[in-house]
């Protein structure tokens, strides 16, 4: 969906978005995707609030398996339009003050609020996805899920370092 800038009412616009449009198409969902998102003009800043539950099928870093990923985010994203003193892409430095790390700057008056749900759904994914916290990964050798059986790797020969099991105890 497509917001005007100069359309947003002094007193906010708030929408919920419960069709899953927004989605990313590569991210596979599980259920429903809902979403809020609350926009409040301020001159020529527009703060963008606004909540993110969704469950993704992902795909677990140790054990390669698809488990239910839920995702309950909440963000704020500041949106300013520039201004006519600001030449984009001319730039070749350009200093980013503290109050402009938060901030996306808009080249016209649309606000595109499909591309701001998508950002936050991707911010919100971890890096690092695992099944469970107890999750023992896949054997490196035999390619045996070690969540399911046991290891199938014969033995090692004896190595230097099998003194220092003695040593466990």
């Known amino acids: ?32 995707a809902l979403a809020s998102l609350r926009l409040k003009r301020s001159g020529q800043r527009v703060i963008a609030t606004g909540r993110i539950s969704a469950t993704v099928i992902g795909e677990c870093d140790r054990c390669l398996e698809k488990f239910d990923l839920p995702l309950d985010s909440e963000f704020r994203v500041d949106l300013e ?36 749900l998508r950002q936050q759904l991707y911010l919100a994914v971890p890096v690092k996805k695992l099944c469970s916290e107890e999750c023992r990964g896949i054997c490196s050798k035999c390619g045996a899920n070690l969540n399911v059986e046991a290891c ?18």
């Open 1 to 32: 969906m497509k917001i005007d800038f100069n359309e947003i009412p002094d007193e906010g616009l708030s929408l919920t978005v419960d069709d899953a449009e927004w989605f990313p198409p590569e991210l596979e969902r599980s259920g429903k």
């Open 81 to 116: 339009l520039a201004d006519d003193s600001r030449t984009f892409g001319e730039e070749k430095d350009h200093f980013c003050h503290d109050n402009e790390l938060d901030m996306e700057i808009l080249q016209d008056t649309e606000i595109n609020t499909d591309d701001i």
């Open 152 to 169: 199938r790797c014969p033995p090692e020969a004896s190595s230097p370092f099998s003194v220092l099991a003695k040593l466990k105890g």
